[in-house]
């Protein structure tokens, strides 16, 4: 069974990785068999897992899905069940324990080739049936933002963040955490980006990889903003003006508050490069850190200036 060998570099990232790589194949073999699978493709991969196109016993195309034990995907299998294939991929079966996700086969075509504002409006539009009511199983959003609410305030003043966005991102955090949800709570997807949605059989789109929490549908947009990065660069207007233009889009079409959602996107972007400053030495990454703070801290400002 043959890995990208893009996969295989993340052996790289430390020990626990090369572990897992290396416990990789026979894995799969032994789900192939337990489920009774037949490859029918090359496997492709993102950042933390694995995808093996595969047919069913019943000889239905699907999708073999094996990551790297983490908590943000430690629940991924329930919100993809309590989905039931509504507005995002169908779970056709889960051993959670294993990392292991058995998914309908969907297209390997993405949004990331469409305009990026029409991007916005097909995200936007699946909000409404992704934040439906959750199950308690779930973790709540709320005790997330109050820690990363603590760990901004804990930042020495000479961090290489503007001051003043760094109190606004604890105060908005700290209020947003403590306050009820307009609506109630909801069930999110959390990084619903245009990597994040692929062309489907049954759906022309569908959402994939959800890192599910329970809050508030106005945390949502953030990964909107930051990722597709050099086409702002080139766009009319430059970086700002792009930017706005997203942000205004998917309010828009979402109907979402633009005040709330405004707030969110401040707190998501400084945790970002509070995630960053929090590297360990080495970490390897894909965009220097220089460049993501700047990145997190242009989102921030473009939104409310």
């Excluded at 169908?90 to 075509?109: G, I, Q, T, V, W």
């Excluded at 963040?161 to 949800?181: K, M």
Aim: overall charge negative; proline content about 7%.
């Amino acid at each position: 069974m043959r890995l990208p060998a893009g996969l295989l570099a993340y052996a790289a990232r430390g020990p626990a990785w090369a572990d897992w790589l290396d416990a990789l194949p026979a894995l799969l073999r032994e789900l192939h068999e337990e489920w009774q699978l037949t490859g029918d493709g090359e496997a492709t991969h993102g950042h933390t897992a694995v995808v093996l196109p595969v047919r069913t016993a019943g000889g239905r195309p699907a999708a073999l899905k094996v990551g790297f034990p983490h908590e943000e995907a430690e629940q991924e299998h329930l919100a993809l069940q309590h989905w039931h294939g509504r507005g995002a991929v169908e779970l056709l079966r889960a051993d959670p324990h294993r990392s292991a996700l058995l998914l309908e086969r969907l297209h390997r075509e993405d949004l990331t080739e469409r305009w990026d504002l029409e991007s916005c409006e097909v995200v936007a539009g699946l909000y409404a049936r992704l934040h439906v009511s959750a199950p308690g199983s779930i973790r709540r959003l709320a005790p997330y933002v109050v820690r990363w609410a603590d760990e901004l305030a804990a930042l020495p003043r000479d961090a290489p963040l503007p001051r003043r966005l760094v109190e606004q991102a604890v105060s908005s955090a700290r209020d947003l955490a403590a306050q009820e949800v307009p609506g109630g709570e909801r069930l999110l997807h959390t990084d619903l980006h245009d990597a994040n949605v692929l062309a489907g059989y049954r759906e022309e789109w569908l959402a994939i990889d959800p890192k599910p929490l329970v809050g508030d549908p106005h945390y949502e947009p953030a990964p909107l903003l930051w990722n597709r990065w050099e086409e702002l660069r080139s766009g009319p207007g430059g970086v700002r003006d792009g930017l706005r233009r997203r942000f205004h889009t998917v309010v828009d079409t979402a109907g979402l508050d633009e005040h709330r959602a405004r707030d969110w996107v401040v707190v998501r972007m400084l945790v970002n490069a509070l995630w960053r400053l929090q590297d360990p030495p080495g970490a390897a990454r894909t965009v220097t850190t220089d460049d993501w703070l700047t990145r997190c801290v242009t989102v921030a400002k473009a939104v409310q200036d």
